[in-house]
């Protein structure tokens, strides 16, 4: 499949497979415009072109918050998008903080790809976390959050840095809104 069929697919998939979710910010946004913003990101502000890294970009929460399986992964888009897929997924029968713990642990210890799409998918989530506020979170939980971004991402520098510096200004950005806020 040329390039471009191949990631207009993993859209039309994520797409399906996330139709009815919404992200948790009061803006009520359909969740897969999340994963077209990692893809955005990762194309534009650090300029990666692989294709493997952007199809799973547009796919990185289809295994954590849909029914999608592995298998079906690999099927439609080939090993490499569904190993990426997996790197980057928390294993969610475990409870929240422990997910979280882990991806602070094993940020290190991520391939290039996925320290590169990780990166991209804390930066939008940051920028949602400040722009929409989650339905519920305190100020308090926002900034808690960011804190946790912010560890996470250590583990992720070192492959990109262009990627790595717009998430520091995404990240001193919010802040100093949730300071305000205060």
């Not at 952007?54 to 690999?74: G, Q, S, W, Y």
């Not at 520098?157 to 001193?172: F, I, T």
């Amino acid at each position: 499949m040329a390039d471009t069929a191949h990631l207009l697919a993993a859209l039309d998939f994520a797409a399906h497979k996330h139709r009815g979710q919404r992200r948790k910010g009061t803006g009520d946004t359909p969740y897969v415009n999340h994963v077209i913003g990692v893809a955005h990101t990762l194309a534009t502000v650090g300029g990666i072109t692989d294709m493997v890294t952007l199809v799973a970009a547009v796919l990185h929460d289809t295994l954590e918050d849909t029914e999608t399986t592995a298998a079906e992964l690999e099927d439609r888009f080939g090993t490499d998008v569904c190993h990426l897929v997996q790197e980057v997924s928390d294993d969610k029968s475990l409870p929240k903080q422990e997910r979280k713990r882990l991806q602070v642990e094993h940020g290190p210890h991520l391939s290039d790809r996925a320290k590169c799409l990780k990166l991209a998918d804390k930066t939008c989530n940051v920028r949602d976390v400040i722009q929409s506020q989650p339905v519920g979170w305190s100020l308090e939980r926002r900034m808690d959050y960011l804190d946790w971004t912010e560890k996470s991402a250590v583990g992720c520098r070192g492959v990109n840095a262009a990627l790595e510096e717009h998430y520091d200004r995404v990240l001193r950005r919010g802040r100093e809104t949730l300071e305000t806020a205060t």
